[in-house]
């Protein structure tokens, strides 16, 4: 059981996916079979986590002619990443991805960040001193590049992810494809209200990551607050007799956003799909709302070194 977005492409996007990141190598594989057989239709990709090529080994077990799924039944979703963004590069990175998947087309690519890092085959290219080597190719040009995949058939629509307000309207104004989707953190401690009705108001869907506050980030350090351990998320979750991670995705849902929770155990792969038998009243819509302290957990590196070339409450 799940419940769908329709995207402005017109393609249907379930509600709750998989999400990949920091599933390690070794435990994704499993987690996207338990996915899969527990009625996920949704798995969030990227070239970036490292573990493409395993996603697509369970995926070569589910999915096909004569296996329990036809391709047209799952939605996945995969990102161009940073080192990526020349024009001469893009095809090539998605064409690696749907390799690694072993799939012929994307339902979804997005860019994965608005900047662009140099080129080449290091994930994060970096100059003597530690600091991120950028590159000066805009995303207006990667976002160009993007759309002939589009017309090429290798990806059904394209979007973004980390894009602020004023940089998803940049490609809304030169786009000939739209970007259907942006992906950015979104948890009750960073609800995005803003966002989310700019988002809106230009027909872009939201995709919540780290929509359980992303606990295994990491860098996590234990002077920062727990979303899943909130103690009035708590509390509702006890009324509903649901858990707190099932309060928060009902939560996503509830307010339009598409959420991809990470979990490498089944059980909880399962838990986190299991929120379409209840729905949670206004007043606590309310309250897991006002829990918002704009709280990033995904703060990106360049901040750490000083640059502000992204910010996304501008
Ligand atoms: P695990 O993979 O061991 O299940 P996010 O999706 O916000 O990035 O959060 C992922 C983190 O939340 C992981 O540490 C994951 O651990 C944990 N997690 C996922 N689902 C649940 C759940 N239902 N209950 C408790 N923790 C969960």
Not at 50 to 67: D, F, M, T
Not at 271 to 299: A, G, H, P, T, Y
Request: charged content about 25%; hydrophobic content about 40%; overall charge neutral.
């Amino acid at each position: 059981m799940n419940t769908f977005v329709t995207l402005s492409s017109g393609q249907k996007m379930p509600m709750v996916g998989l999400g990949t990141w920091k599933s390690a190598p070794g435990q994704v594989k499993q987690a996207v079979l338990a996915a899969i057989d527990c009625g996920y239709r949704h798995i969030d990709c990227a070239a970036a986590y490292g573990n493409e090529q395993e996603v697509g080994e369970a995926l070569a077990l589910r999915v096909g002619p004569g296996k329990d799924l036809l391709r047209e039944e799952l939605f996945v979703t995969s990102k161009l990443w940073n080192t990526k963004h020349d024009p001469e590069d893009v095809e090539e990175a998605c064409r690696t991805s749907l390799a690694h998947l072993g799939l012929t087309y994307l339902d979804l690519y997005l860019m994965h960040w608005p900047m662009a890092f140099q080129r080449g085959k290091e994930l994060m290219p970096r100059w003597e001193d530690g600091s991120i080597r950028y590159s000066d190719t805009h995303y207006r040009h990667t976002w160009t590049a993007m759309e002939k995949l589009v017309d090429k058939g290798l990806v059904k629509s394209i979007g973004l992810s980390n894009f602020n307000a004023r940089q998803t309207d940049d490609i809304i104004s030169v786009a000939r494809h739209k970007p259907v989707i942006n992906q950015v953190e979104c948890h009750p401690f960073l609800s995005q209200a803003d966002l989310l009705s700019h988002c809106r108001s230009v027909a872009v869907c939201v995709t919540a990551y780290s929509p359980l506050g992303s606990g295994d980030r990491p860098w996590a350090s234990s002077d920062e607050p727990s979303v899943l351990n909130d103690p009035q998320l708590g509390a509702i979750a006890q009324r509903y007799q649901k858990t707190a991670a099932q309060v928060i995705v009902r939560w996503h849902v509830q307010r339009g956003v598409v959420c991809i929770p990470k979990s490498v155990m089944p059980s909880r792969i399962q838990q986190n799909l299991q929120v379409f038998d209840f729905s949670l009243s206004e007043d606590d819509m309310k309250l897991i709302e006002s829990l918002n302290r704009n709280k990033r957990f995904i703060v990106p590196s360049i901040e750490r070194h000083g640059k502000k070339v992204w910010r996304d409450a501008e």
